[in-house]
T-cell receptor, first 121, second 111 residues
Framework: GAGVSQSPSNKVTEKGKDVELRCDPI?????LYWYRQSLGQGLEFLIY????????KSGLPSDRFSAERTGGSVSTLTIQRTQQEDSAVYLC???????????????????FGPGTRLTVL | QKEVEQNSGPLSVPEGAIASLNCTYS??????FFWYRQYSGKSPELIMS????GDKEDGRFTAQLNKASQYVSLLIRDSQPSDSATYLC???????????FGSGTRLQVQP
Protein backbone atom coordinates (compact mmCIF):
# COMPACT_ATOMS: atom_id res chain seq x y z
CA GLY A 1 0.00 0.00 0.00
CA ALA A 2 0.94 3.67 -0.21
CA GLY A 3 3.35 5.03 2.35
CA VAL A 4 3.47 8.44 4.00
CA SER A 5 3.58 11.17 1.38
CA GLN A 6 4.79 14.73 1.77
CA SER A 7 4.69 17.79 -0.42
CA PRO A 8 6.47 19.68 -1.71
CA SER A 9 9.67 17.66 -1.82
CA ASN A 10 11.70 20.85 -1.96
CA LYS A 11 10.82 24.40 -0.99
CA VAL A 12 12.99 27.46 -1.37
CA THR A 13 11.68 30.65 0.17
CA GLU A 14 12.85 34.06 1.17
CA LYS A 15 13.36 35.09 4.76
CA GLY A 16 10.17 36.49 6.22
CA LYS A 17 7.78 34.54 3.98
CA ASP A 18 5.28 31.98 5.27
CA VAL A 19 5.42 28.36 4.12
CA GLU A 20 3.05 25.40 4.34
CA LEU A 21 4.21 21.80 4.31
CA ARG A 22 1.80 18.94 3.79
CA CYS A 23 1.76 15.38 5.08
CA ASP A 24 -0.58 12.58 4.03
CA PRO A 25 -0.22 9.64 6.47
CA ILE A 26 -0.70 5.97 5.78
CA UNK A 27 -4.41 5.19 5.54
CA UNK A 28 -5.77 4.00 8.87
CA UNK A 29 -2.89 5.33 10.93
CA UNK A 30 -4.23 7.38 13.81
CA UNK A 31 -1.01 8.94 15.07
CA LEU A 32 0.92 11.56 13.10
CA TYR A 33 4.24 13.19 14.00
CA TRP A 34 6.31 16.04 12.62
CA TYR A 35 10.09 16.11 13.05
CA ARG A 36 12.80 18.22 11.54
CA GLN A 37 16.36 17.26 10.73
CA SER A 38 19.07 19.83 10.31
CA LEU A 39 22.16 18.96 8.28
CA GLY A 40 24.16 16.20 9.94
CA GLN A 41 21.87 16.09 12.96
CA GLY A 42 19.37 13.66 14.41
CA LEU A 43 15.66 14.20 14.26
CA GLU A 44 14.04 16.85 16.46
CA PHE A 45 10.42 16.28 17.51
CA LEU A 46 8.03 19.11 16.68
CA ILE A 47 4.39 18.05 17.19
CA TYR A 48 2.21 14.96 17.60
CA UNK A 49 -1.43 14.32 16.69
CA UNK A 50 -3.54 11.42 17.92
CA UNK A 51 -7.11 11.14 16.71
CA UNK A 52 -9.27 13.96 18.04
CA UNK A 53 -7.11 14.59 21.10
CA UNK A 54 -5.36 17.89 21.64
CA UNK A 55 -1.99 17.79 19.88
CA UNK A 56 1.28 17.59 21.79
CA LYS A 57 3.00 20.80 20.71
CA SER A 58 5.87 20.56 23.17
CA GLY A 59 8.53 20.38 20.47
CA LEU A 60 7.56 23.46 18.47
CA PRO A 61 10.56 25.83 18.63
CA SER A 62 8.60 29.08 18.51
CA ASP A 63 5.12 30.52 18.02
CA ARG A 64 5.95 30.97 14.34
CA PHE A 65 5.35 27.23 13.97
CA SER A 66 1.87 25.74 13.94
CA ALA A 67 0.23 22.62 12.60
CA GLU A 68 -3.23 21.32 11.87
CA ARG A 69 -4.63 17.91 11.14
CA THR A 70 -7.95 17.96 9.33
CA GLY A 71 -10.37 15.06 9.54
CA GLY A 72 -7.86 12.94 11.36
CA SER A 73 -5.83 12.47 8.20
CA VAL A 74 -3.85 15.10 6.27
CA SER A 75 -1.68 17.48 8.28
CA THR A 76 -0.24 20.86 7.40
CA LEU A 77 2.77 22.39 9.15
CA THR A 78 2.93 26.17 8.79
CA ILE A 79 5.98 28.27 9.45
CA GLN A 80 5.34 32.01 9.54
CA ARG A 81 7.96 34.68 8.91
CA THR A 82 10.59 32.09 8.06
CA GLN A 83 14.15 32.54 9.28
CA GLN A 84 17.37 31.06 7.90
CA GLU A 85 17.67 28.79 10.93
CA ASP A 86 14.39 27.15 9.87
CA SER A 87 16.23 25.56 6.93
CA ALA A 88 16.06 21.81 7.44
CA VAL A 89 14.36 18.66 6.21
CA TYR A 90 10.88 18.40 7.71
CA LEU A 91 9.82 14.79 8.17
CA CYS A 92 6.36 13.47 8.85
CA UNK A 93 5.70 10.03 10.33
CA UNK A 94 2.59 8.05 11.12
CA UNK A 95 1.90 5.00 13.24
CA UNK A 96 -1.05 2.64 13.54
CA UNK A 97 -2.08 3.56 17.05
CA UNK A 98 -0.66 5.37 19.99
CA UNK A 99 1.83 4.00 22.40
CA UNK A 100 -0.06 2.43 25.26
CA UNK A 101 1.34 3.27 28.67
CA UNK A 102 2.70 0.20 30.40
CA UNK A 103 2.62 -1.96 27.29
CA UNK A 104 5.43 -2.52 24.87
CA UNK A 105 3.77 -2.74 21.46
CA UNK A 106 5.15 -3.21 18.02
CA UNK A 107 2.40 -0.98 16.73
CA UNK A 108 4.10 2.17 17.99
CA UNK A 109 6.48 1.87 15.06
CA UNK A 110 6.66 5.13 13.15
CA UNK A 111 6.81 5.15 9.36
CA PHE A 112 8.45 8.15 7.82
CA GLY A 113 7.63 10.08 4.68
CA PRO A 114 10.28 11.29 2.23
CA GLY A 115 10.47 14.72 3.83
CA THR A 116 10.35 18.29 2.60
CA ARG A 117 13.68 20.06 2.24
CA LEU A 118 13.13 23.68 3.21
CA THR A 119 15.72 26.30 2.30
CA VAL A 120 15.29 29.83 3.59
CA LEU A 121 17.44 32.35 1.75
CA GLN B 1 22.14 17.53 27.95
CA LYS B 2 21.60 15.07 25.13
CA GLU B 3 19.23 12.26 26.04
CA VAL B 4 20.40 9.77 23.42
CA GLU B 5 24.09 9.57 22.60
CA GLN B 6 25.77 7.98 19.61
CA ASN B 7 29.28 8.16 18.24
CA SER B 8 29.01 10.12 15.00
CA GLY B 9 31.67 8.01 13.27
CA PRO B 10 32.35 7.28 10.56
CA LEU B 11 32.67 3.64 11.54
CA SER B 12 34.56 1.88 8.79
CA VAL B 13 34.46 -1.92 8.49
CA PRO B 14 35.53 -4.27 5.67
CA GLU B 15 32.94 -6.17 3.70
CA GLY B 16 31.94 -9.37 5.50
CA ALA B 17 32.90 -8.10 8.95
CA ILE B 18 30.61 -7.44 11.90
CA ALA B 19 29.65 -3.80 12.43
CA SER B 20 28.83 -2.83 16.00
CA LEU B 21 26.83 0.35 16.59
CA ASN B 22 26.27 1.64 20.10
CA CYS B 23 23.83 3.97 21.79
CA THR B 24 23.36 5.16 25.37
CA TYR B 25 20.33 6.90 26.79
CA SER B 26 19.82 8.94 29.92
CA UNK B 27 16.17 8.37 30.85
CA UNK B 28 15.72 5.28 33.01
CA UNK B 29 11.99 5.05 32.27
CA UNK B 30 12.60 4.54 28.56
CA UNK B 31 10.78 1.43 27.39
CA UNK B 32 10.95 1.20 23.61
CA PHE B 33 14.09 1.28 21.53
CA PHE B 34 14.48 1.51 17.79
CA TRP B 35 17.21 1.46 15.18
CA TYR B 36 16.58 3.34 11.95
CA ARG B 37 18.76 3.33 8.85
CA GLN B 38 19.00 6.51 6.81
CA TYR B 39 20.65 6.66 3.43
CA SER B 40 21.99 10.03 2.35
CA GLY B 41 19.15 12.27 1.23
CA LYS B 42 16.50 9.73 2.20
CA SER B 43 14.09 9.37 5.10
CA PRO B 44 14.72 7.03 8.06
CA GLU B 45 13.70 3.41 7.65
CA LEU B 46 13.04 1.10 10.61
CA ILE B 47 15.55 -1.72 11.01
CA MET B 48 14.83 -3.14 14.45
CA SER B 49 12.76 -2.49 17.54
CA UNK B 50 13.49 -3.95 20.97
CA UNK B 51 11.59 -3.69 24.25
CA UNK B 52 13.11 -6.29 26.61
CA UNK B 53 16.59 -6.87 27.95
CA GLY B 54 18.67 -9.26 25.89
CA ASP B 55 19.18 -9.90 22.21
CA LYS B 56 16.75 -9.79 19.32
CA GLU B 57 17.83 -11.17 15.97
CA ASP B 58 16.41 -10.48 12.53
CA GLY B 59 18.43 -11.80 9.63
CA ARG B 60 21.87 -10.20 9.68
CA PHE B 61 20.81 -7.71 12.35
CA THR B 62 20.90 -8.21 16.12
CA ALA B 63 19.71 -5.59 18.59
CA GLN B 64 20.98 -5.82 22.16
CA LEU B 65 19.38 -4.03 25.10
CA ASN B 66 20.75 -3.60 28.62
CA LYS B 67 18.40 -1.40 30.63
CA ALA B 68 20.57 -1.52 33.77
CA SER B 69 23.43 0.03 31.81
CA GLN B 70 21.07 2.17 29.69
CA TYR B 71 22.70 0.83 26.58
CA VAL B 72 21.37 -0.45 23.27
CA SER B 73 23.41 -1.72 20.37
CA LEU B 74 22.98 -2.96 16.83
CA LEU B 75 25.18 -5.64 15.32
CA ILE B 76 25.28 -6.13 11.57
CA ARG B 77 26.80 -9.45 10.54
CA ASP B 78 28.38 -10.05 7.13
CA SER B 79 28.39 -6.32 6.42
CA GLN B 80 27.73 -5.32 2.82
CA PRO B 81 28.57 -2.08 1.00
CA SER B 82 24.81 -1.53 0.75
CA ASP B 83 24.73 -1.28 4.54
CA SER B 84 26.68 1.98 4.29
CA ALA B 85 24.35 4.57 5.79
CA THR B 86 23.69 6.55 8.94
CA TYR B 87 22.14 4.51 11.74
CA LEU B 88 19.87 6.39 14.11
CA CYS B 89 19.09 5.16 17.60
CA UNK B 90 15.67 6.24 18.92
CA UNK B 91 14.14 5.89 22.35
CA UNK B 92 10.58 6.25 23.57
CA UNK B 93 9.38 6.46 27.15
CA UNK B 94 5.97 6.34 28.75
CA UNK B 95 5.87 10.07 29.33
CA UNK B 96 6.22 11.11 25.71
CA UNK B 97 4.54 10.20 22.46
CA UNK B 98 7.44 11.03 20.21
CA UNK B 99 10.78 9.37 19.70
CA UNK B 100 14.00 10.93 20.96
CA PHE B 101 16.71 10.39 18.39
CA GLY B 102 20.46 10.29 18.65
CA SER B 103 22.42 12.19 16.04
CA GLY B 104 23.35 8.96 14.26
CA THR B 105 26.44 6.92 13.47
CA ARG B 106 27.70 6.89 9.91
CA LEU B 107 28.73 3.40 8.80
CA GLN B 108 31.02 2.80 5.85
CA VAL B 109 31.46 -0.76 4.60
CA GLN B 110 34.56 -1.04 2.45
CA PRO B 111 34.35 -3.48 -0.50
Amino acid sequence: GAGVSQSPSNKVTEKGKDVELRCDPISGHTALYWYRQSLGQGLEFLIYFQGNSAPDKSGLPSDRFSAERTGGSVSTLTIQRTQQEDSAVYLCASSPRPYMSGRALGTDTQYFGPGTRLTVL
Amino acid sequence: QKEVEQNSGPLSVPEGAIASLNCTYSDRVSQSFFWYRQYSGKSPELIMSIYSNGDKEDGRFTAQLNKASQYVSLLIRDSQPSDSATYLCAVKDTGRRALTFGSGTRLQVQP
